[in-house]
């Protein structure tokens, strides 16, 4: 039990205590909706431009065009380059450095532009030009910069809170479970030790596995495991009332499902479908794959009418299920339950998810 309690231990996040200094995230510029964000702003600019003054043509709208795109393409890119070297600096230091990229890479291609259209490197720089171009570029980059700061701190606000949510729902254990298992032990120790000492090690890998990373993807191997090792302690309570029927497909290394998925469902099929019958049942478990997707099917029997009632509480735990997949799935996963030909139904649906190095358990 004590190596029990420093496993759980070393599987629990430590608190960072220490309070991190405001850091500088340079905003992800390097994907295909950032860049096509930048072009449609650079396009709007440039109509701002072309309209605020000055003779309106195709030849103008052009060379305007090519100025600021080459501008805010050349910058996205020294931006996403330098960003590991950007977020060693602070807040202030950061943006400013960014900022002042932005600002360098617009006199450089000012100058360069400036040069082509006199078409001789002898005249003097038109310094008027350039300053206008610099100040324009530095207001539209600060407007941009914290635009893109603003959306990617939202963006991990929302991770965060989406890893909290899956962090309570994955978390939930039904207290009835663990006073059972408890109970199984005290009884078995005197009787039947190496018994219990099973039923201690089945429990701690269950307790583990609900403390373990929120959201966090796992062989669907590890999953069947859980559910087999949640199997033998309800084994030990309900003795020849229980019957399992396995029909599972060879399952690949690589094919994941999130963490406690499976195990909950079974969960519900024996206490709602198995417990209140005194004869017991048999629960049917089917998984397959099908159409790049995994398949699971469990079916148990309906309990008696009067129990009816009482079994409608698996609709919490089917709910939980449905917020994470949701969570990590979206509309691809799906969960639902009916009743067919006397028994209880449920059917779970989701994508492929893989990972090609072999999972590290805990």
Same mark, same amino acid.
């Given at each position: 039990?004590?190596?029990?309690?420093?496993?759980?231990?070393?599987?629990?996040?430590?608190?960072?205590?220490?309070?991190?200094?405001?850091?500088?995230?340079?905003?992800?510029?390097?994907?295909?909706?950032?860049?096509?964000?930048?072009?449609?702003?650079?396009?709007?600019?440039?109509?701002?431009?072309?309209?605020?003054?000055?003779?309106?043509?195709?030849?103008?709208?052009?060379?305007?065009?090519?100025?600021?795109?080459?501008?805010?393409?050349?910058?996205?890119?020294?931006?996403?380059?330098?960003?590991?070297?950007?977020?060693?600096?602070?807040?202030?230091?950061?943006?400013?450095?960014?900022?002042?990229?932005?600002?360098?890479?617009?006199?450089?291609?000012?100058?360069?532009?400036?040069? &082509?259209?006199?078409? *001789? #490197?002898?005249? %003097?720089?038109?310094?008027?030009? !350039?300053?206008?171009?610099?100040?324009? =570029?530095? +207001?539209?980059?600060?407007?941009?910069?914290?635009?893109?700061?603003?959306?990617?701190?939202?963006?991990?606000?929302?991770?965060?809170?989406?890893?909290?949510?899956?962090?309570?729902?994955?978390?939930?254990?039904?207290?009835?479970?663990?006073?059972?298992?408890?109970?199984?032990?005290?009884?078995?120790?005197?009787?039947?030790?190496?018994?219990?000492?099973?039923?201690?090690?089945?429990?701690?890998?269950?307790?583990?596995?609900?403390?373990?990373?929120?959201?966090?993807?796992?062989?669907?191997?590890?999953?069947?495991?859980?559910?087999?090792?949640? &199997?033998?302690?309800? *084994? #030990?309570?309900? %003795?020849?009332?229980?019957?399992? !029927?396995?029909?599972?497909?060879?399952? =690949?290394? +690589?094919?994941?499902?999130?963490?406690?998925?499976?195990?909950?469902?079974?969960?519900?099929?024996?206490?709602?479908?198995?417990?209140?019958?005194?004869?017991?049942?048999?629960?049917?478990?089917?998984?397959?794959?099908?159409?790049?997707?995994?398949?699971?099917?469990?079916?148990?029997?309906?309990?008696?009418?009067?129990?009816?009632?009482?079994?409608?509480?698996?609709?919490?735990?089917?709910?939980?299920?449905?917020?994470?997949?949701?969570?990590?799935?979206?509309?691809?996963?799906?969960?639902?339950?009916?009743?067919?030909?006397?028994?209880?139904?449920?059917?779970?649906?989701?994508?492929?998810?893989?990972?090609?190095?072999?999972?590290?358990?805990?």
């Amino acid at each position: 039990m004590a190596d029990y309690s420093n496993q759980l231990r070393g599987s629990m996040p430590e608190l960072d205590r220490t309070a991190r200094p405001s850091e500088f995230i340079v905003p992800e510029l390097c994907n295909a909706t950032a860049i096509s964000l930048l072009v449609l702003i650079g396009e709007l600019l440039v109509l701002v431009l072309l309209f605020a003054g000055g003779p309106i043509n195709w030849a103008r709208f052009a060379l305007m065009s090519l100025f600021v795109q080459w501008v805010a393409l050349a910058s996205a890119g020294l931006l996403c380059w330098s960003r590991t070297l950007l977020a060693r600096f602070g807040l202030v230091t950061g943006a400013v450095l960014a900022f002042l990229s932005i600002l360098l890479i617009t006199l450089v291609v000012g100058i360069i532009a400036d040069r &082509v259209l006199v078409g *001789s #490197l002898d005249r %003097g720089i038109d310094f008027s030009s !350039i300053v206008g171009q610099l100040v324009i =570029s530095g +207001i539209i980059s600060a407007l941009a910069l914290r635009y893109f700061y603003v959306q990617q701190q939202l963006r991990e606000q929302e991770q965060s809170e989406l890893q909290s949510r899956i962090q309570a729902l994955q978390s939930r254990i039904r207290p009835h479970f663990l006073f059972n298992s408890m109970n199984i032990i005290a009884s078995l120790i005197a009787t039947d030790p190496d018994t219990a000492e099973t039923v201690v090690e089945d429990l701690a890998e269950l307790f583990r596995a609900s403390l373990n990373d929120a959201g966090n993807q796992v062989q669907l191997k590890e999953e069947l495991d859980l559910c087999e090792r949640y &199997v033998r302690i309800e *084994s #030990l309570r309900l %003795g020849d009332r229980l019957n399992l !029927i396995w029909d599972v497909e060879e399952t =690949s290394n +690589i094919v994941q499902i999130p963490l406690l998925t499976l195990q909950p469902l079974l969960e519900n099929a024996i206490y709602h479908g198995i417990q209140p019958l005194p004869q017991g049942g048999t629960i049917s478990v089917r998984l397959w794959y099908e159409n790049e997707e995994v398949k699971v099917e469990i079916t148990n029997p309906l309990p008696p009418e009067g129990a009816r009632s009482r079994s409608q509480g698996n609709q919490m735990a089917l709910n939980n299920i449905r917020s994470r997949l949701n969570a990590l799935y979206g509309a691809r996963a799906e969960l639902t339950t009916e009743t067919r030909d006397g028994l209880y139904v449920t059917s779970l649906t989701y994508p492929f998810a893989m990972q090609v190095d072999e999972v590290d358990t805990p």
